[in-house]
């Protein structure tokens, strides 16, 4: 059989697959650092879905990359891995598909194993056996056995398979986001599923829940599935495209849906076809590179392209013997075994490292230069030796000093009119400097108030808070802010909807309160709706919402002045977020309250520890020796021990030793060493970590296979 028959490609945006066939695997890297054993498995074949990667190895080891907030990679470690990362549990595998959020694997004897979606890890499924060909695109699977076609949708607890008549003769399929389309011996396509842009090319817009012919007398060696359109390839070397185009993705020009096989002109000697999303790309007999459609991410090597329906070589790639295609990235492999990818890289799609989410190194800002740090909810602030203020991450309602072209920022930016800065603190979405006068400054979102500016604006320019003097510590919370001063005395304003101001209201303020039923306070903390104060005494003071025990007291939803927290005293460190509160003791006791819970629960003894604090669900101490260990919700990493496991007991962060500081985002972490390197790790939706996975790449960039037979880091 043809090897384009037999080999085929399904690719696709949030559905769309490749489908591929034989032993070799991936091993994606870039740097120095991820530099390939001796031993280097060279891989034959690649599987691109919308937002992540597998491939086969040596023995049918399958590895994968990208996106795994749906465990899609086939593990529980890291919700991005930029890496390839072997998946375990599986026997030798032969074929290989990936979906949008889970993806699966067939092997010699026709048994299906898939992972990801609703079902986690891998597993067998039981109701299939002598499968031939396996696709998938979304969230459903397609395979193709003796009874025929079948399939059967992973986002669902009950894989229900539902057959599908008249494709007993497909020896492959491709499955887009909302369309399926075989290809039959003798070339025949077939296509059902969603036809609002005509990608069933049968003439019309209507959707059909049959399989339909595509074309009167239309034949193709072999076909690919995009997100709304799809491409074949001929016996004479030519390549086809039918449905939405208005990006040029079909090849033609006008932007208008094509619902039957087009002639992509000025194409000849095309081996193989692949779709994305809204692009295309040919692989020519010369192993050179052709794509059309949207370019703005890099799709044709330039990232430029006056001509969308036009196609363009895609330089530095030659030789390629397979392409694949996901989203917005796509990747092919030349004949030596090498891999190149380019496009977007959100989510660690092209694999060029770093193998996984353990702490990384954020080299924007020089090392001794920076002397203090904090994490906000989305996003990191660092305070300078000569007292400026630099922040990256979220930068949506200008929290980090300054406007910015992207709401997402991994580079620092400097907040705007500050000097002299001594102490910085990060809220949800404001921040807070403490000037070395003893006058606070904010920035950022303004709409309860939280700047303290007597408006409620949202600034890019940092303005001294009015009334307020003599200021020793300053603290973000939600949408609002406190102050502590040298006298002890507390003052709050912003959003008091629940008390949390504690003047004896819940009336908005813009301007500072002092908090009433508090005096002689030492140190202060500031959760998304309550605060609290310690005093010197080494008792603690809270107010504002108790609706989830924030406030350590048995009765009423809320208190607009300061109550003691009961059971817990001698305390000497005290950290607030979302709705828990959690203090250290002399005796190094960590006791925490709220989320649900209203009397103070020791959470662990942990001696020699000298710093707290705390993310949304998860805690970090550091020691004396400058060690940190977490614990809590491990989802996005944030507990820093390479895994995504929740850890209900401290565990060691991975390669911290000297750090001097930690702070907890939402759900990320970062430390600040003796030397003034940052490292962070966990969440990096919005760029806080510093780290910037998405930069996309125009020039494809090669891969490099390592040996990771028996590996799983």
């Not at 495209?241 to 000849?268: D, I, K, T």
């Amino acid at each position: 059989m043809d090897r384009t028959r037999a080999s085929y490609l399904v690719i696709g945006l949030l559905g769309m697959s490749c489908v591929v066939f034989a032993t070799g695997c991936i091993q994606s890297v870039e740097t120095k650092v991820h530099e390939p054993s001796i031993v280097k498995p060279m891989p034959q074949t690649i599987a691109s879905g919308p937002r992540h990667v597998c491939a086969i190895v040596d023995e049918g080891e399958v590895q994968c990359w990208g996106n795994n907030e749906h465990r899609q990679l086939g593990h529980d470690a890291m919700p991005l891995a930029n890496a390839p990362r072997r998946v375990t549990g599986l026997p030798p595998i032969v074929e290989v598909s990936v979906g949008s959020q889970h993806s699966c694997a067939r092997t010699m004897d026709g048994e299906v194993y898939c992972w990801g979606g609703r079902h986690g890890l891998p597993k067998r499924v039981k109701v299939l056996s002598g499968v031939k060909t396996i696709a998938s695109g979304g969230s459903r699977t397609c395979v193709v056995d003796d009874s025929g076609t079948q399939c059967f949708r992973y986002d669902r607890l009950s894989l229900s398979m539902m057959s599908v008549g008249g494709m007993e003769d497909v020896v492959s399929l491709s499955v887009g986001q909302q369309h399926v389309c075989g290809l039959t011996g003798p070339g025949q396509v077939l296509c059902w599923g969603e036809n609002s842009s005509g990608q069933l090319g049968d003439g019309t817009e209507i959707h059909r829940a049959i399989p339909v012919r595509v074309g009167d007398n239309f034949r193709a060696l072999q076909i690919s599935s995009g997100h709304a359109h799809t491409c074949a390839t001929s016996s004479n070397g030519r390549a086809y495209c039918w449905g939405a185009n208005g990006a040029g993705q079909v090849g033609r020009a006008g932007g208008g849906a094509l619902n039957q096989p087009q002639l992509v002109r000025g194409l000849e000697g095309v081996r193989e076809v692949v779709a994305g999303d809204i692009f295309s790309c040919a692989r020519l007999d010369d192993g050179a590179v052709t794509c059309w459609g949207a370019s703005k991410r890099g799709h044709f090597s330039d990232g430029e392209q006056s001509d969308p329906a036009s196609s363009r070589i895609v330089g530095a790639l030659s030789d390629m013997t397979e392409l694949s295609a996901g989203h917005s990235h796509a990747c092919g492999r030349r004949d030596d075994g090498s891999v190149h990818c380019w496009g977007d890289n959100e989510h660690g799609q092209l694999g060029t490292g770093p193998v996984q989410f353990r702490p990384l190194a954020y080299t924007a800002v020089k090392p001794k230069e920076v002397v203090g740090l904090v994490a906000g909810s989305s996003h990191t602030c660092a305070r300078t030796a000569k007292g400026e203020v630099k922040c990256w991450g979220l930068n949506a309602t200008w929290q980090l000093g300054n406007k910015s072209d992207d709401t997402r920022v991994p580079v620092p930016i400097k907040a705007r009119d500050i000097s002299g800065a001594i102490q910085v603190t990060a809220g949800a979405n404001h921040s807070c400097a403490l000037l070395e006068d003893g006058t606070v400054a904010c920035w950022g979102a303004n709409g309860r108030g939280q700047i303290g500016d007597e408006k409620r604006e949202r600034r890019t320019r940092s303005r001294p808070t009015p009334k307020l003097k003599s200021v020793v510590h300053v603290e973000a919370g939600r949408s609002h802010t406190c102050a502590l001063t040298s006298g002890g005395r507390v003052s709050c304003w912003g959003d008091n909807r629940y008390g949390q101001l504690g003047d004896g209201s819940r009336n908005l303020r813009t301007r500072p309160v002092k908090v009433r039923g508090l005096s002689d306070a030492i140190a202060i903390a500031a959760g998304e709706r309550h605060s609290c104060a310690l005093q010197r005494d080494g008792m603690v003071m809270c107010w504002g919402s108790n609706e989830q025990g924030a406030l350590g007291i048995k009765r009423g939803r809320f208190r607009s002045s300061a109550v003691r927290v009961e059971g817990v005293n001698s305390v000497v460190e005290l950290r607030a977020r979302g709705d828990r509160t959690c203090a250290r003791t002399e005796s190094n006791d960590i006791f925490c309250w709220g989320d649900g819970k209203r009397k103070p629960w020791l959470v662990a003894n942990l001696p020699n520890m000298v710093e707290l604090d705390l993310g949304i669900a998860h805690m970090c101490a550091r020691f004396e020796g400058g060690k940190i260990q977490c614990s809590g919700t491990n989802y996005r990493g944030q507990v820093g021990d390479g895994t995504r496991t929740l850890r209900p007991n401290f565990v060691p962060v991975v390669g911290i030793d000297a750090s001097s500081k930690v702070t907890c985002g939402r759900r990320f972490s970062c430390s600040l060493s003796t030397e003034g390197k940052i490292q962070c790790w966990g969440d990096n939706a919005f760029k806080q970590l510093g780290y910037a996975p998405n930069s996309r790449k125009a020039k494809p960039s090669r891969i490099v296979f390592a040996n990771l037979a028996g590996s799983t880091d």
